[in-house]
């Protein structure tokens, strides 16, 4: 790319290797002032941290930053920093750059042990704390003797620990979350209004809220970890269960990165198939996310009504692909099986019908006074802030951040197709909400062009019976319903990878709930979290 | 009362598939004989309970949205009288644990059962809850959510279907029916 | 029409004739408060079922239907599993007051129900200063919520109880005022007079501008002070896990339940009453053969009638609207309903003076 030479001129400690994308290896000392300069020059701006992952290649232990930028959005590069000390890693934190490091160096921490010094603060995030041992680490012991299954609730720990780099080294402190008088409750986890099982902490002042803690992990299941003993046709089965809702989408990314690496050609049908499908998924999901929001404020019966037109879809798919929600269509190479003779038939139908029904939800729920005032000028969300939080999707461009990745990085058939970028500028719950509504105007618009040009051929380019990647760092994203989705494959050219990471949109969503939040009451905390609407098995993975 | 007189409304006797296992439970139960007044109430007391099982809001993950989807207009569960779902767990009579079930999330589970008033009731929903489904070898994952809570009803399927959801509710009616409320409850004291 | 003081005189001198007066009198009671009782319990149940029977059919689905046709006794089953539900003894809490609480929410609503006239010569407790005594009554309601809330010694149930209690107490005084218009305007407060003066048009109609926006407002009020419809925050499912009734369970949970809806009933049972005449026919005036003819439905049919018109209403603006926030809910009580019930108080004064009313 044109600002290659820029890049290597900003970072003069660092090995440059070119790859899928550029990238920069840092030593761990310098990482933070060339990051900086990556961030503020004018030239690159590299404002949006797409991904941070931890990794272990046995002898070290790292982190690796997919950087990219919202005025130059073609631009990719790849950071890589690292330490050989693995009893207590330590790293430098980059979240005073980048908001949204935050959650994912505690994620790194938690889950590879890798300390970050700087950070505000440095708790576990998916574990409890008394676990022993770091699951992602290479030699791990996964004896189930060693973290057996404790029935007896665990209290919250108090306290944050920090580590901070003073002139005498790094010097440990702790800090306590909340103040004594503090009056602190919980939501959650159990609750039906968080989305699934989320626990907030919730410091209150009569009704406004004061801060709120997060308290993740309550449906982590370890998919990484686990996709490093699969090979990679077992992995796909993983992706459908991540974020349910885009079952389809996140399936998508997975069948692209694998096929980027090994080179293969997708035959077009299938890539107006999956084009089809993910536009199919996107209006579900948007459906079901207006139904939940209104659940959640109070009109149960726009719940009902949003959940009757999505069986319409359901039932597309299940004559198609056999599943409704879990749908398992996506293979590598393509599709598993070809369209159903009624589907074409069924879409045509479906198109008017669904405008005819956002005529109705508009009527139903959006200009109804006590929604608008539940709504307008609640939880304000900027645009530097989005970009900063990484917050991406609809939420995202509610704040006026165009991040659609059909856009920037066009993939399968969506560069045959017109369609508006939905954005708008107000940031706030009211924005959020309606650009779900309007973004499905324009996935019915897409269908309506897709349905009409499908090309006829093969639904699936031949694979070898065992798949085995080239050795290398394979990342490719797709736009799920609740935003960039991405996946990071590391293979060392064996048939199961070598690091897996699913960048989680839903992650980015719920690191911003505290911003949005602190002065609000508590009813706008339920307001605002149907508005983000994140999926909680996205966050814990 | 025989098994045979069993009534689910709309679904013949022979066409379910656990009889047997519940032949057995009414032969246990019955073992000491069965007196006729207390018999005739717990009839009454049993249907009472069996057509107005109230379910705890709970969802952990992809089967939580069928879960959903059975209460939304198409499969409605209203029609059984579930509908009225309290998100409070002593007002609660079942909890259909929808999802995988973690290490983290099993205190809390047991918190809930714990907190439920008597009778109480678990159907275990999905593939993760009976046995950790696609995730079993995970370091996470409860393999089993029998180890935490007592299972009533197991309702297989990646998610299952909601008319399986509603085959497993009947399935807990008919559990429900058979039961010795009043005879328990004197053996108690 | 039908006359029940027939009825009750019957009784009355049967028992008078046989046994000394005491004995009479006591056993009388004892009958009002079985009567009362048992329609308390009924009238609940229907209730119940109606709504969800209405509310399935908004949702375009189909509600109860598997016990019994159309699933009519689906309440009674609810009833039968509540009454047999353990209650759960919890430790740290008050214990008294935790006991107290349910009782006197339903005490609350018995005493408001026993004073409304529900067809020609059935009304038992028929004061002179009848609505003082059902505002004065129905505000017990709000000491049954705070002390659940205090008394469950558990933060969620104290802020739902919190912010029932500032939402009841506020909404207390549109409701007194809303009926204080139509005092002025019927010139008594006793309730049998108030009904038997729209024998020829009912007080709506006659009472015209101000007399429907203080129906209006009164139906506003009303349901928020019974905490449904769009004024639900204390019990908020989707917020605070079933608020101020949380650590309740079994039978005393379900004296919470029950008599939710039967406030909706007396707050629909009032605005008949005092807007739409009660147990009077529709009359009017000028017409006689349509006099005649209204005159043969039973007045208990036409009183259950309008009550149902009322809370289908309720029932209809509970399953489409979303919930106001507390804030939002106290602003439009203090700054916009109670400005207009003023005003309206005093257009209706003037109407009473001037005599512009039907």
Request: proline share 4%.
């Amino acid at each position: 790319m044109e600002i290659k030479d820029k890049i290597i001129s900003l970072l003069p400690d660092a090995v440059i290797t070119e790859g899928q994308y550029l990238t920069a290896t840092i030593p761990s000392d310098k990482l933070h002032e060339s990051v900086k300069r990556l961030r503020y020059d004018e030239e690159t701006w590299f404002d949006y941290l797409m991904s941070l992952t931890g990794y272990d290649d046995g002898a070290n232990l790292g982190v690796v930053y997919y950087l990219s930028s919202s005025r130059f959005p073609q631009n990719v590069l790849v950071v890589k920093t690292f330490t050989s000390e693995r009893e207590d890693a330590q790293l430098f934190s980059i979240s005073d750059i980048y908001e949204t490091a935050n959650l994912n160096e505690r994620e790194v921490f938690g889950l590879m042990g890798i300390r970050f010094i700087n950070h505000p603060d440095m708790r576990k995030l998916f574990l409890r704390n008394e676990w022993v041992g770091f699951p992602l680490r290479k030699d791990y012991n996964a004896d189930p003797a060693i973290n057996p299954i404790n029935i007896e609730s665990n209290p919250e720990s108090d306290v944050l620990t920090k580590l901070t780099f003073t002139h005498e080294g790094v010097v440990e402190s702790e800090e306590k979350i909340f103040e004594d008088d503090e009056y602190v409750v919980n939501i959650g986890p159990q609750h039906p209004a968080t989305h699934g099982v989320l626990h907030f902490r919730v410091s209150l002042n009569g009704e406004i809220v004061k801060k709120i803690d997060l308290n993740c992990g309550y449906i982590h299941r370890g998919i990484e970890k686990l996709a490093e003993s699969m090979t990679y046709p077992q992995i796909l089965h993983m992706t459908d269960r991540l974020d349910y809702l885009s079952a389809h989408i996140n399936r998508h990314a997975l069948c692209m990165c694998i096929e980027n690496a090994l080179q293969l050609e997708v035959p077009p049908r299938a890539q107006y198939i999956r084009t089809m499908m993910d536009e199919l998924t996107r209006v579900a999901s948007h459906l079901l996310g207006w139904a939940c929001m209104c659940m959640d404020m109070g009109a149960l019966t726009a719940f009902i009504y949003g959940m009757r037109d999505r069986e319409i879809i359901l039932d597309m798919f299940e004559e198609t692909c056999g599943g409704r929600l879990i749908t398992n269509y996506n293979v590598i190479g393509g599709v598993m099986a070809d369209l159903h003779p009624n589907f074409l038939q069924r879409v045509r139908d479906f198109i008017p019908y669904m405008r005819k029904m956002l005529k109705e939800y508009h009527q139903v729920f959006t200009g109804n006074v006590i929604a608008r005032e539940r709504m307008l000028g609640i939880g304000l969300l900027s645009k530097e802030e989005a970009i900063s939080y990484g917050v991406t999707g609809p939420s995202g461009r509610a704040s006026g951040f165009r991040c659609d990745v059909r856009k920037v990085a066009p993939y399968a058939a969506y560069d045959k197709v017109k369609f508006n970028e939905v954005v708008r500028e107000e940031g706030d719950t009211y924005a959020r909400y309606v650009i779900r509504l309007d973004e499905i105007v324009e996935s019915l618009n897409i269908l309506e062009q897709l349905i009409e040009t499908i090309p006829d051929g093969e639904i699936a380019a031949k694979t070898k019976a065992i798949i085995r990647l080239p050795e290398g760092d394979f990342y490719s994203r797709v736009e799920a319903a609740r935003g960039e989705f991405g996946v990071y494959i590391s293979s060392k050219g064996d048939k199961t990878p070598y690091r897996v990471k699913f960048r989680s949109p839903s992650m980015t969503l719920v690191g911003v709930v505290d911003k949005l939040t602190r002065g609000e009451k508590i009813a706008d905390l339920i307001a605002i979290g149907g508005s983000l609407d994140y999926v909680v098995p996205d966050i814990d993975r | 009362m025989e098994v045979k007189n069993i009534y689910i409304k709309g679904i013949k006797h022979e066409e379910f598939n656990d009889n047997e296992y519940l032949e057995n439970m009414v032969q246990e139960l019955r073992a000491g004989g069965v007196d006729i007044m207390t018999g005739a109430l717990d009839d009454l007391i049993n249907w009472g309970r069996s057509n107005s099982v109230w379910p705890l809001t709970f969802a952990t993950s992809c089967c939580g949205i069928e879960f959903m989807s059975v209460g939304a207009a198409r499969h409605d569960f209203a029609r059984f009288g579930f509908e009225v779902t309290r998100s409070s767990p002593r007002q609660a009579d079942v909890i259909i644990v929808a999802g995988t079930i973690v290490h983290k999330m099993a205190p809390i589970l047991k918190r809930l059962y714990d907190q439920m008033a008597e009778p109480k009731y678990i159907i275990a929903m999905g593939s993760c809850a009976i046995s950790g489904g696609p995730f079993c070898n995970s370091y996470h994952v409860v393999n089993d959510i029998n180890e935490v809570v007592p299972v009533d009803v197991y309702i297989p399927g990646c998610p299952p279907r909601p008319e399986a959801l509603l085959y497993g509710m009947m399935q807990l009616q008919r559990k429900i029916k058979l039961e010795n409320f009043l005879r328990k409850a004197k053996e108690k004291k | 029409m039908f006359d029940f003081a027939v009825v009750t005189q019957w009784i009355d001198e049967g028992l008078r004739s046989s046994m000394p007066e005491f004995a009479a009198l006591a056993i009388e009671f004892v009958l009002a408060g079985v009567v009362i009782l048992t329609a308390y319990a009924v009238i609940a149940l229907a209730l119940i079922y109606v709504e969800r029977k209405i509310c399935a059919f908004f949702q375009c689905r189909i509600g109860p239907n598997r016990v019994g046709k159309y699933g009519i006794i689906q309440s009674i089953a609810d009833m039968v599993k509540m009454l047999i539900k353990e209650i759960i003894p919890i430790n740290h809490i008050d214990k008294f007051l935790f006991f107290l609480a349910p009782f006197i929410v339903v005490l609350a609503s018995l005493l408001s129900f026993g004073a409304i006239p529900f067809a020609k010569g059935l009304h038992a407790i028929d004061f002179n200063v009848g609505i003082l005594y059902m505002l004065a009554v129905s505000s017990l309601g709000v000491l049954g919520i705070l002390l659940a809330g205090w008394s469950s010694n558990n933060k969620f149930s104290m802020i739902g109880a919190m912010r029932s209690g500032a939402q009841m107490i506020s909404y207390e005084l549109s409701i007194g005022m809303s009926l204080l218009t139509m005092v002025v305007f019927a010139g008594t407060m006793q309730l049998s007079t108030i009904v038997e003066k729209q024998a020829d048009t009912w007080f709506i109609f006659s009472g015209h501008i101000p007399a429907f926006i203080a129906f209006v407002i009164y139906l506003i009020a009303g349901h928020a002070e019974t905490n449904r419809g769009p004024f639900d925050l204390p019990e908020a499912e989707s917020e605070l896990t079933a608020g101020y009734h949380t650590e309740y369970s079994g039978i005393q949970f379900g004296f919470f339940y029950l008599a939710e809806y039967l406030n909706m009933f007396i707050v629909s049972a009032i605005a008949t009453t005092v807007f739409l005449g009660g147990w009077m026919p529709f009359h009017i005036p000028g017409w006689e053969g349509f006099n005649e003819v209204m005159d043969y439905i039973p007045s208990i049919l036409w009183f259950f009638g309008k009550i149902g018109v009322v809370v289908f209403l309720g029932l209809w603006v509970r399953w489409t609207f979303p919930r106001l926030r507390i804030d939002q809910l106290l602003r439009l009580e203090w700054k916009y309903l109670l400005p207009l019930n003023m005003i309206n108080l005093l257009i209706m004064v003037l109407i009473v003076l001037f005599g512009w009313h039907f």
